[in-house]
């Protein structure tokens, strides 16, 4: 036994990390406990200001190397021009958390029930929950097995998983607007970590290692009605805080989970174990 030696396997310095959807409410808690532990970190969004600011806030308290880059991860060009300006500021990625998702340019579209549910709606979140992370996976996944190195964390949504309890949504509000988990979402999500299972396999002899990071329900802006009834149906009977998504990435960025791929971690509270 040596000092140290397990406690460092959680070290990150030295590694370039890649965040998609890295400006957003989960993404800057896991960029953050990226360079919190070392790692160089591009932080991969679709507004400019947004990522300039968080890479800003990286580089000042963390004391890490920091980028913004604007990309739109359902497009394949602007795809490969992100993963150049990355390598070109930071060099070769160790480490691809595949995080963007979108809910559409209609939140009304988005919450329709699944009778009215259009077509156009479904595709266009498809575009990005789905084909995105494919399209992320394939371009750095693929300079990553060249390499012999990497890990690519995933995520999905307890969602993806398990179906919603539609309950728990009657007077349930987020931003002061009534919700519902549409079928796009769940539908998406479980492509995520089906993704994920057979890239895994794919690339693991080529020492590229693919899991899903399955979160639970987190508090961000929905109202009373929606946290008591959802922390109800959870066994350890509360929401989960961001920060306790952001530690379970960083055991599946760093070599503290070495010998771990193909698998959907869920971090939900003990909800699915019901």
Same mark, same amino acid.
């Given at each position: 036994m040596k000092p140290g030696?397990?406690?460092?396997?959680?070290?990150?310095?030295? #590694?370039? $990390?890649?965040?998609?959807? &890295?400006?957003? %409410?989960?993404?800057?808690?896991?960029?953050? @406990?990226? /360079?919190?532990?070392?790692?160089?970190?591009?932080?991969?969004?679709?507004?400019?200001?947004?990522?300039?600011?968080?890479?800003?806030?990286?580089?000042?308290?963390?004391?890490?190397?920091?980028?913004?880059?604007?990309?739109?991860?359902?497009?394949?060009?602007?795809?490969a021009d992100m993963v150049s300006q990355v390598e070109s500021s930071l060099g070769p990625v160790d480490i691809l958390h595949n995080n963007a998702a979108t809910k559409g340019s209609s939140l009304d579209?988005?919450?329709?029930?699944?009778?009215?549910?259009?077509?156009?709606?479904?595709?266009?979140?498809?575009?990005?929950?789905?084909?995105?992370?494919?399209?992320?996976?394939?371009?750095?996944?693929? #300079?990553? $097995?060249?390499?012999?190195? &990497?890990?690519? %964390?995933?995520?999905?949504?307890?969602?993806? @998983?398990? /179906?919603?309890?539609?309950?728990?949504?009657?007077g349930s509000l987020y931003m002061g607007r009534p919700i519902n988990t549409p079928p796009v979402y769940a539908a998406s999500k479980a492509g995520v970590i089906g993704l994920t299972k057979y890239l895994a396999t794919y690339w693991a002899d080529k020492g590229v290692r693919v899991n899903t990071l399955t979160p639970g329900g987190v508090e961000s802006g929905q109202n009373d009605v929606f946290r008591q009834r959802y922390a109800a149906r959870v066994p350890m009977c509360r929401m989960a805080d961001p920060e306790e998504m952001a530690s379970t990435l960083v055991f599946l960025a760093s070599d503290a989970s070495s010998y771990i791929t193909g698998q959907n971690i869920m971090v939900d509270g003990g909800l699915s174990a019901w």
């Open positions: 030696s397990y406690r460092s396997r959680f070290d990150l310095t030295g #590694r370039v $990390a890649v965040v998609t959807g &890295g400006a957003g %409410i989960l993404g800057q808690n896991f960029v953050a @406990a990226l /360079a919190d532990h070392g790692a160089s970190v591009a932080v991969v969004d679709l507004d400019r200001d947004k990522v300039d600011d968080v890479a800003a806030q990286l580089r000042d308290a963390f004391s890490v190397s920091a980028v913004g880059v604007v990309s739109d991860v359902s497009d394949p060009k602007s795809v579209a988005f919450f329709e029930p699944v009778p009215t549910f259009s077509l156009d709606a479904w595709r266009e979140i498809m575009a990005v929950n789905l084909d995105g992370l494919f399209l992320v996976a394939q371009a750095i996944g693929s #300079r990553m $097995a060249e390499r012999g190195r &990497g890990s690519i %964390i995933q995520t999905a949504s307890i969602y993806g @998983a398990i /179906a919603p309890d539609q309950r728990i949504y009657e």
